[in-house]
């Protein structure tokens, strides 16, 4: 089993900046892909950006150019820079590992939240 704590959430108003971070315990050899999800009121959950241990990363064209997700391998922790936000950014943003063996784990999620 894979455990995630999120950090990092919050309010900010519309231009500003966040910073989440993720971190893991647990079975953590076991880990490939990390990334971050989002789900908005009303909405599906999406991906908002994936890397995998060796640092190949995946954005969701919404983001693209304005967040940058970073990975530590030793310290077992991903890290979601977001900049020049937008209040369809709002959503609560939850972490996630996929395992070697295609399992998905999931952090409690962190309320984001962008004002105009």
């Known amino acids: 089993q894979v455990q995630l704590v999120e950090s990092g959430g919050g309010l900010v108003q519309a231009g500003g900046s966040l910073r989440l971070s993720c971190a893991a315990s647990?079975?953590?050899?076991?880990?490939?892909?990390m990334g971050w999800y989002r789900q908005a009121p009303g909405k599906q959950r999406e991906l908002v950006a994936s890397?995998?241990?060796?640092?190949?990363?995946n954005y969701a064209d919404p983001v693209k150019g304005r967040i940058t997700i970073s990975r530590d391998n030793e310290k077992n922790n991903v890290s979601l820079q977001m900049n020049s936000l937008k209040s369809e950014d709002t959503a609560v943003y939850y972490c996630?590992?996929?395992?070697?063996?295609?399992?998905?784990?999931w952090g409690q999620g962190t309320q984001v939240t962008v004002s105009s």
């Open positions: 647990g079975s953590t050899f076991s880990i490939n892909d």
């Open positions: 996630y590992v996929r395992t070697i063996w295609s399992k998905d784990h």
């Open positions: 890397i995998s241990r060796g640092g190949r990363t």
